[in-house]
Each structure stands twice: as structure tokens, then as C-alpha cells.
């Protein structure tokens, strides 16, 4: 009997198996990310950096992708083709290397500033995944990115009209390897474009795009077990949910807040399949959201009238009701589920999701969570409409809400209790430990906390609150972005500001 053939990815399999992780054959997805271990929620997978990345912001370094308002210094414009900014001479030299000294030549060829569209932006990614590939440092990147799936099956003939054109001009660069080949930078486009990442902040704000290999082998699901994250070039996997020996790992590439034909419409279009894993299969989560839609004129003026009334109500009321919630009367530490007969307004909608779903969950075993979250799914479905609103719970009132939060965020208007509900809709919509939990739960604190007080059972209230959302962020983020560090130094803030004669609740 002969030896089994060598493997074609050898720096890859061995630096997946030093992460108890290792890439396994599959009928309908061809290979699949599996664990060897029981993996806790909150656990970082690995850590990898792009082998070529792509700025959107204007006003982040070209480079290591830090914004301009975190610097002491204003970012410099290459003088040459005066498109690409630094944070200083460092990143400058770093980004030369990885494929600005051929970009630089074009760009200021061309002429046209700091303008650039979407064909420059693919042009661009190719030339800095070529200079990684040439300069052969990444092997497990490099072996990562040759092993990933195209899916030229989806290129329409506009794209690849333009495809052929960037393709064209790349061979003609200067110190453009003579073996590269048309096919070769037509295989790296679909690559790329099949298995890219939009770079964000620590609040999920987009930076830019990057080429991540190693983050690319996740498979897609729209109830993930992952998240990707970043620190400037680096992306950070890790576990939002609990995963167990011989699971699979997955990502997720559309928003969950969507809704599922749009999901499916997405996935199908740019990665040719279709959806089904276990939240398009059960469809629970959708079917209460239901479609996004536009309101009705009658609606529509509901809504508002709706919302004036809600906004005039002090925070404060909110926050005692949610006294009893994060501190139960008979001690335990779990609240005795709220079930009103309706959804009417939005202090009910609070307390309903937190007394059966209470943040300090976030250390509670996995099995509770899912149980009191399906009963909470149950009860919400079962309530009558509360006419002429739409359900509280639907995309159509949500997307109104969140975008008056976001609108009067920085007025005088108070948003607190906006920013409560948008959490709430998103433990109903996400997993117990997706990034978009933990960043609202940041918001959600730090508004609280300005408009609330800090006497009685208002200020423990609000300190509960910003010691949950640390716990929460300790899971989503880690150290990663800076949420963490944002929530504690308001949660020292609040210590020092409240009594500390409140019950005792575990960190």
C-alpha cells in the first residue's frame, strides 16, 4: 500500500492543526473548518493579517488603516501621486513594499487625485496580493489564498469586460514576473472578490477591504458560531457561541438583521448558493421580524405621534422597572419572565426581552440562554397587533427607530430608551455574542448613564447595566477596537459616582 499523496497546503494544515483546527472534505461545500476540541464562547480562533488591503475611509492611513482622529498628527499625502495618506514615514515604507511603488507610478500617471472607483479598487487589490505572493513570507496566507474558491459562475459579462482590461494593463507593469499569466490574475480577481472582508472599526464602522485567507476558509452560515473582527491590518476569529468537538466553524457574509430572501438573493448572486442553515431552515427569527417594507402614510404618522409620546417619558421610570429584573426578589438570578398582553409601547418591549433574556445571561450556560430566547420568540409571536403600529418587533419599526436614534444621537433629544430598544431587537436577531450586541450595549450604558442620575435604584440600575455590557464586551470584542476599554472607563466613572449599598451580582 503506497503513502498518501503529500498535501498541497503543508504550512497551512500544520498551523491549523497547532489551533486544534483542520479543513475536512464535504459533498456540498467542498471542504469545511472543524474543531478537535470543545471551544468556549469568547475564544479567539486565530489571528491574521491581510495579505493585501484596500482604504475607503479617506480619512484612515493607507497602511495600518488607523483614522486621522486618533492620531496627534494630521496624516501626510504621498507627494507623488498625491492619492495615498500615512500616519508617518513608517507605514510609508511598509505600504511602498506591499505594492504602492507600482501603484504610485499609475496613479500620478493618470492624474486624478484622490478620486477612485471601483475598478481601482480591484486593480489595486491585485498588485498588493501579487507583491505578497512574490515576496513569499505568508506561506500560510499564501497556501490559504491559492487553496480558496472563485466563483466565475457569477461574473456577469460588464465585469468581466472590465476585469480584462485591468488585467491587460497589470501585465504590463514594470517588474510584472514574466510567468504571470492573464489566467493567473483572472484566478486572483475571483479569489479576491469571493472571499473579501470589509474592515471595520471596533464600532462595526467600514474602513476598507482586505484579502484575509485564513478568515476565508469559514464557511457561511446566518447563525454563525464566528465573527471577524480587526486590529488595523490584523483580523481577530473568534467564538460567539459555544462550539463543540467536530463542529464546524462559520462566518457569516450577509447581515442577519436582513431579511432572508434578501440573504438569499445576495449569497446566490455573489457566491452561487443557496442558504440553508439552521435560521433559514427554522425560520423562527425571520418570520417575527417579517419584511422590511415601507409604512403606510397612516403608519407612518402613527409612528411619529407614537414616538413623540414615548420620548417625553423620563428614563428614570424605565430604569426603577428594571430594578426588580437585574436584581430578582426571591435572589436568584434570574427574573420571572414578563408576559404582557400586548407591545405597545417601548418600556414594555424593554422589560418583556430583559426579563426573560437579562443580560446577566452572558455567564449563564449556553442551554439557558437558548431556552428562555425561544420562549421569549414564542410569547412576542403569540401577542396581538398593537394597532395601528406596526409590531414592535418587525424590521419596519425597527429600521424607523434605529434611524431617529442615530439621526438625534448627538442632539438634546433624549435617546436612551431608543437605544435600550435597538438592543433588545438585536438579542432577539443575533447571536448571544455578535460584535453588534456588544457595541449597542456600550451605546446603550453610556446613554443611560447621562440621562438617568445616579441616586437610588436608578443609579444601580445604570451600574449593573455598565458592568453586563462589560461582561457582554468581554465576549464580542476582547481587547480588540477599543470597546472594552471605552465601557470600563465609564463603568469607573459610574463606581465611584453611586453608593455601593446595592445587592451583590457576580462579574
Not at 447563525?223 to 457561541?241: A, D, F, K
Not at 414616538?307 to 417625553?312: A, F, Q
Not at 468581554?474 to 465609564?490: A, M, Q, R, S, Y
Amino acid at each position: 500500500m503506497g503513502l498518501p499523496p503529500p498535501s498541497p497546503h503543508p504550512s497551512l494544515d500544520s498551523f491549523l492543526r497547532s489551533h486544534n483546527l483542520s479543513l475536512q472534505p464535504h459533498p456540498a461545500k467542498r471542504r469545511i473548518l472543524v474543531t478537535s476540541v470543545f471551544i468556549p464562547a469568547g475564544t479567539i480562533l486565530f489571528t491574521s493579517n491581510a495579505i493585501g488591503t484596500v482604504v475607503l475611509d479617506p480619512t484612515a492611513c493607507h497602511y495600518c488603516l488607523i483614522r486621522s482622529d486618533q492620531l496627534s498628527t494630521p496624516l501626510t499625502r504621498c507627494s507623488s501621486c498625491k492619492r495615498a495618506t500615512y500616519c508617518g514615514k513608517k507605514c510609508q515604507k511598509e505600504d511602498w513594499d506591499a505594492g504602492h511603488a507600482t501603484l504610485c507610478k499609475i496613479w500620478k500617471q493618470r492624474g486624478n487625485g484622490g478620486e477612485s472607483g471601483d475598478w481601482d479598487k480591484d486593480e489595486e487589490m491585485l498588485v498588493k496580493v501579487l507583491s505578497s505572493l512574490k515576496k513569499g513570507v505568508d506561506t500560510v496566507g499564501i497556501e490559504a489564498f491559492l487553496s480558496l474558491q472563485g466563483h466565475e459562475e457569477v461574473l456577469n459579462e460588464i465585469d468581466k469586460s472590465e476585469w480584462a482590461k485591468i488585467i491587460q494593463g497589470v501585465l504590463k507593469f514594470p517588474k510584472m514576473p514574466a510567468s504571470t499569466t492573464s489566467q493567473d490574475l483572472f484566478s486572483h480577481l475571483l479569489r479576491f472578490r469571493s472571499n473579501n472582508f470589509s474592515i471595520h472599526d471596533g464600532e462595526l464602522f467600514v474602513i476598507g477591504e482586505g484579502t484575509f485567507p485564513l478568515g476565508a476558509l469559514l464557511n457561511h452560515s446566518c447563525h454563525p458560531n464566528c465573527s471577524v473582527l480587526y486590529e488595523g491590518r490584523e483580523q481577530v476569529v473568534r467564538t460567539i457561541r459555544d462550539v463543540h468537538a467536530g463542529e464546524e466553524l462559520l462566518g457569516t457574509y450577509v447581515d442577519g438583521m436582513g431579511e432572508r430572501g434578501e440573504r438569499q438573493q445576495t449569497l446566490w448572486s455573489k457566491y452561487g448558493f443557496e442558504c440553508d442553515c439552521e435560521r433559514c431552515a427554522q425560520g423562527g427569527v425571520d418570520a417575527l421580524l417579517g419584511v422590511e417594507g415601507p409604512m403606510s402614510v397612516s403608519e407612518e404618522k402613527a409612528v411619529g405621534e407614537w414616538l413623540e409620546v414615548e420620548l417625553r417619558k423620563p428614563i428614570t421610570g424605565l430604569l426603577e422597572s428594571l430594578y426588580p429584573v437585574f436584581f430578582p426578589a426571591n435572589g436568584g438570578q434570574l427574573a420571572t419572565p414578563m408576559i404582557p398582553t400586548t407591545l405597545n409601547t417601548l418600556d414594555t418591549f424593554i422589560l418583556t426581552v430583559f426579563s426573560h433574556v437579562p443580560p446577566s445571561l452572558a455567564s449563564s450556560p449556553e442551554e439557558i440562554w437558548n431556552s428562555r430566547h425561544a420562549s421569549l420568540l414564542q410569547m412576542i409571536q403569540s401577542l396581538p397587533d398593537p394597532s395601528p403600529l406596526p409590531r414592535l418587533h418587525t424590521r419596519r419599526l425597527f429600521t424607523h427607530v434605529s434611524r431617529h436614534l442615530h439621526t438625534h444621537l448627538h442632539s438634546p433629544e433624549p435617546s436612551a430608551r431608543l437605544a435600550l430598544y435597538v438592543l433588545c431587537m438585536y438579542i432577539i436577531s443575533y447571536e448571544r455574542f455578535h460584535p453588534m450586541i456588544g457595541v449597542q450595549f456600550v451605546l446603550a450604558a453610556k446613554l443611560c448613564w447621562n440621562e438617568g442620575g445616579e441616586s437610588g435604584k436608578t443609579g444601580v440600575v445604570i451600574k449593573e447595566l455598565c458592568r453586563c455590557a462589560a461582561r457582554v464586551v468581554k465576549c464580542t470584542h476582547g481587547n480588540v477596537g477599543g470597546v472594552l476599554k471605552d465601557i470600563e472607563e465609564v463603568l469607573k466613572i459610574v463606581e465611584g459616582a453611586v453608593s455601593n449599598n446595592e445587592p451583590l451580582v457576580g462579574m
